[in-house]
């Protein structure tokens, strides 16, 4: 069992940056792939990028790629994704999600939502123009 607790969101300017953290708890949490997923008011979820348990694995979605940047602390249980050079297209409520996956998962392993266990709540991230 991974219980996970999102923390960090709020409202920015363009261009600014938030880090999202993500407290996972669970005696597992090392073998677990991470995922970050956003859903905006009347859209679909939306893959934002994943980390496999290794860390030796990253993907984003296009839209993340050069602006976002995933990592995890395995002594403290945390993920975490950096966003940098915010968009107004950026506001939506950011989950973060664990998984096991096989060595040989790619993509898109990482980007089906259904894949995932656990869930945190959502932290809601808004960036103004």
């Known amino acids: 069992q991974v219980r996970l607790v999102e923390s960090g969101g709020g409202m920015v300017q363009v261009g600014g940056s938030l880090r999202l953290s993500c407290a996972a708890s669970g005696r597992t949490f090392s073998s677990y792939a991470m995922g970050w997923f956003r859903q905006a008011p009347g859209k679909e979820r939306e893959f934002v990028g994943g980390?496999?348990?290794?860390?030796?694995?990253?993907y984003y979605v296009d839209s993340a790629k050069g602006r976002f940047i995933i990592s995890r602390d395995y002594d403290e249980n945390m993920v975490y994704l950096q966003m940098n050079t915010l968009k107004p297209e950026d506001t939506a409520v950011y989950s973060c999600a664990a998984a096991q996956f096989e060595s040989w998962s790619g993509y898109e392993d990482f980007s089906d939502f259904t894949r995932y266990e656990f869930w945190g709540q959502g932290a809601q991230v808004t960036v103004s123009s």
């Open positions: 980390i496999s348990w290794s860390g030796g694995r990253i």
